[in-house]
């Protein structure tokens, strides 16, 4: 991809770098008791959280845009540090699935799941790298998850980029609650 007509493209790719390093980096001193500590509420697990951001970020970029099995399903499966992968999209109820038993159950090994995390960073990047602009405009059907159609940038804005920041905050905000620093 040259950088010369695809500008967004190249926007696109810095900001998704972004965003993908702040959720890392707030979630880079998350320790095991942190992790899994459940909040009172219905709020997730700060573990749960970071899991899902990434997993998605894999379904996202390598299932739905690549058309291809996610990492936690080929290359990586039973090598996420998940005790169980989060749950997916059920045909029969279109719609984004609960998490919230989920979250309460699953076990996550950290220092398994960055090296999980950091190569559905190369993955997403080495995807971003093969668009260009007039890619961005290609529909996606996502009525699965109750979305109807949308296009690969709409995808990448909202599941990817903004998904990073939205759960790096609630990170943040987890951990500030345990009396931690949470993200400034």
Excluded at 18 to 38: F, M, N, R, S, Y
Excluded at 152 to 180: M, P, Q, T, Y
Aim: glycine share 10%; with cysteine.
């Amino acid at each position: 991809m040259g950088t010369g007509n695809n500008k967004a493209v190249v926007l696109l790719r810095k900001q998704v770098k972004e965003a993908i390093q702040w959720l890392e980096g707030v979630a880079a001193d998350l320790t095991p008791e942190d992790a899994h500590w459940k909040p009172p509420g219905t709020a997730l697990p700060a573990g749960a959280i970071y899991a899902h951001a990434v997993n998605s970020m894999d379904g996202v970029v390598n299932a739905i845009l690549r058309g291809r099995p996610p990492l936690f399903a080929a290359g990586w499966a039973g090598k996420t540090g998940l005790s169980e992968q989060p749950p997916g999209p059920d045909p029969a109820k279109p719609g984004m699935p609960d998490w919230t038993a989920w979250s309460r159950k699953v076990t996550i090994d950290l220092a398994m799941h960055r090296k999980y995390a950091e190569a559905v960073e190369t993955a997403v990047d080495d995807y971003l790298a093969t668009l260009s602009d007039a890619d961005l405009d290609r529909p996606i059907d996502l009525s699965a998850f109750g979305f109807g159609r949308v296009t690969v940038e709409f995808l990448l804005n909202n599941a990817v980029l903004g998904h990073a920041f939205s759960h790096g905050g609630e990170i943040a905000c987890l951990k500030g609650l345990r009396g931690k620093k949470g993200s400034l």
